[in-house]
């Protein structure tokens, strides 16, 4: 999960309960990400991982971005709220970030949008953190176990937020796999651990998904009606409302494809936003933050996964045990029948 | 699978070896199915199940299907082949196929695009019938359990073919469900046993969906390849020809969203071929089996499922077994391990 929804509060709840918790350092600065580290070691001695957002490639049709720019204009109208440079910046300071995470090294990190170089997963092996690179086909797969990646998590069509796409293609979208083909095709791909995630939201799903081959899964949707969440009230109401039944992947928000609760805002420009991200994003993070500020979910960007209608809201540490009870359950289940 | 894909002796070797074969009806008449059932009886005296269409409602908007008739002039002059009458019947001949079904049962009926009558289920339970309804929704789920189904069949995004929606609704284009996620949803709404489809081409794949929540699992795809299957020569080959690594849903053949090998004829049409179900299927029937002709894999529907590059070009009673020998080794495997 991105921006501010994992936040040190969640991850250290998670990882004191026995999970891995990851820290989002996507769309923070290398400070801002650093700042929320040091909390997040004030508040659990126990592992844990970060995960950064890759830099985007230049974009091939900057107009693309000024023609969604004039279509944005009645939201901003709407919403009395500018709308933001679409230019500030896309490589996320992925640099800096790097540096202080090599300089001052956390248990594990992972990467989203793309494969780092060789050299960079080297020298996070050098300092002893383990690397996670996020897949959604088994050609990302072989790329990563080929510049040594220590383990890849894959990404199911099911997943909220983004599409961890390497390469954001709009040929293909509508292609993205569901998990549990997505995992068998990946696990006969590579040979490095394989972490699932996409729609899981119970142990049944993660014995599941260890059945198939993963080694460990990966949960976010489940995470974010949690107290310890920073997701605002307003999004994590929206995951179990009737109101908002459907889940969809859209470009409107932020120019790459990701998937949320199917509101107002997704239906009217989805159809004809570009691809541009991160452009997108900035352009309308105004907008979405006072829709937020409004309380009108219909403006959000109300990222879910397709099992958003299972979450329960209890705390992290709470959830991270009842997942373990009902994961050993459902093994002693699976494993009493037999087909001969 | 419909057509002539799973045809008697595909069925008969799948019964014979354990599994639980089932005869396509979709696009016979009720004389070619009754034939097809009398002539599986020859070949095996186990249980094996039938699979219907339901019919159709009226179309809401027929000047679509003139407009796309006019797109595809183009496709009839290339191969030389009239387009077909898009108005030959959109029932599937259910009310005669049911008589005969009645009449001289079958152990399983399978129900696609919809929910029978609670009469029908009640008919089917009183001559014995174990009555299979396929889902795609928690909601469609619900539907099936409240007429009387004695099971659902829970289809995931990944399955090859048409989705099995009960309402063909373009506005929810793009909301299908990964396997993994809805089966658990299905689990948690409705009380009677689930059949877990879409994307299973492997043993632990089963083993996955059964700790999910299902009692059983139902493979189209992987059994695609198999000598016994009617399937083409050119579909059974494409099917693992890197020339078509990804596969979409597509209006372009049928009218109603069907998953297929990306290829020319719906990358070309696919972006606005029209919600008209059956009528796209009558429409382009005969260019299909003229591409087929032709010997260009191009011009075809080359239905797969996502898994389709794992398939196993093997007898299907050897495959039946190896997938059962697959499911006991994934469940031993997934049970040895602990969270504690």
Redesign the interface.
């Known amino acids: 999960m991105a921006g501010g929804t994992s936040c040190p509060q969640l991850v250290a709840a998670v990882s004191e309960a026995?999970g891995l918790g990851f820290l989002a350092a996507g769309y923070k600065t290398a400070d801002g990400m650093y700042n929320e580290i040091k909390q997040l070691r004030g508040l659990t001695g126990r592992p844990f991982g970060v995960n950064l957002f890759m830099p985007q490639p230049a974009l091939a049709d900057p107009s693309a971005v000024e023609v969604y720019q004039h279509q944005l204009a009645g939201e901003a109208a709407w919403y009395e709220t500018p709308l933001g440079d679409p230019d500030s910046g896309g490589d996320d300071n992925y640099d800096a970030k790097l540096a202080i995470l090599l300089e001052d090294p956390v248990p594990a990190v992972s990467f989203t949008f793309g494969c780092p170089t060789r050299d960079t997963l080297d020298a996070f092996a050098g300092v002893g953190t383990y690397t996670v690179v996020t897949v959604t086909t088994?050609e990302e797969a072989q790329v990563a176990q080929w510049a040594g990646a220590d383990a890849v998590c894959v990404q199911?069509?099911?997943a909220g937020g983004h599409q961890s796409t390497h390469r954001d293609d709009p040929q293909?979208d509508?292609?993205g796999?569901?998990?549990?083909?997505?995992v068998?095709?990946v696990r006969?791909t590579v040979q490095i651990p394989i972490v699932a995630t996409?729609?899981?939201?119970?142990g049944?799903?993660i014995?599941?998904?260890?059945?198939?081959?993963a080694e460990a899964a990966q949960l976010g949707t489940a995470f974010l009606v949690c107290p310890e969440s920073g997701a605002s009230l307003l999004h994590k109401q929206a995951l179990t409302n009737p109101l908002f039944v459907?889940?969809?992947?859209t470009r409107a928000f932020s120019g790459r494809p990701a998937r949320g609760l199917?509101n107002r805002f997704m239906r009217e420009h989805g159809p004809y936003a570009p691809a541009a991200y991160p452009q997108v994003h900035y352009l309308t993070a105004g907008l979405r933050k006072a829709a937020a500020k409004a309380g009108d979910a219909q403006g959000m960007a109300l990222w879910a996964?397709?099992?958003h209608?299972?979450a329960r809201e209890l705390p992290a540490g709470r959830l991270v045990r009842l997942l373990?009870e009902e994961?050993?359950a459902?093994?002693?289940?699976?494993?009493t029948?037999?087909?001969?």
Chains 1, 2 share one sequence.
């Not at 796999?177 to 997505?182: A, H, M, N, P």
């Not at 014995?207 to 081959?213: D, E, M, P, T």
């Not at 459907?246 to 992947?249: D, G, N, P």
């Open positions: 026995g088994p199911g069509v099911e293909t509508g292609a796999i569901g998990l549990l083909s997505l068998s095709q006969e996409g729609g899981l939201m119970r049944s799903q014995a599941a998904v260890l059945a198939a081959g459907r889940t969809a992947l199917v996964g397709q099992g209608r299972m373990a994961l050993d459902a093994r002693t289940a699976v494993s029948g037999s087909t001969q």
